[in-house]
């Protein structure tokens, strides 16, 4: 299984950018997703996550300018981020919570991480 994230780079404060993350391989069934940002010297911190059925939560500091969103039959989840601040570099990392095979219990799955920089 892997997931493959896209859309990072440089973009300008008050900017926009749109992240996707595709999940592949041997999937039974994707749970909820989500995406993660972890700034430099700072700790990982859940960002957005949404539900199979499309249920959203998201961090008080990214509320009315994210929009996380998925497509179930693509597995794939995206983010769409608004009004960008510098505040919001980082390394952007998709979550998938996934089952490989029906029998198994659902397990946590990481993209690899990429970088969005937002600075003029």
């Known amino acids: 299984v892997q997931l493959v994230e896209s859309g990072g780079g440089l973009v300008q404060p008050g900017g926009s950018r749109r992240l996707s993350c595709a999940a592949s391989?041997?999937?039974?069934?994707?749970?909820?997703m989500g995406w993660y940002r972890q700034a430099p010297g700072k700790q990982r911190e859940s960002v957005a996550t949404?539900?199979?059925?499309?249920?959203?939560n998201y961090v008080d500091s990214v509320k009315g300018r994210f929009t996380i969103s998925r497509d179930n039959a693509k597995n794939t989840v995206y983010l769409q981020m608004n009004n960008l601040s510098p505040e919001d570099t980082a390394v952007y990392y998709c979550n998938a919570d996934l089952r490989v095979y029906d029998w198994l219990p659902s397990t946590p799955y990481w993209g690899q991480g990429t970088q969005v920089t937002v600075s003029s």
């Open positions: 391989g041997s999937i039974f069934a994707i749970n909820d």
């Open positions: 949404i539900t199979r059925e499309g249920s959203t």
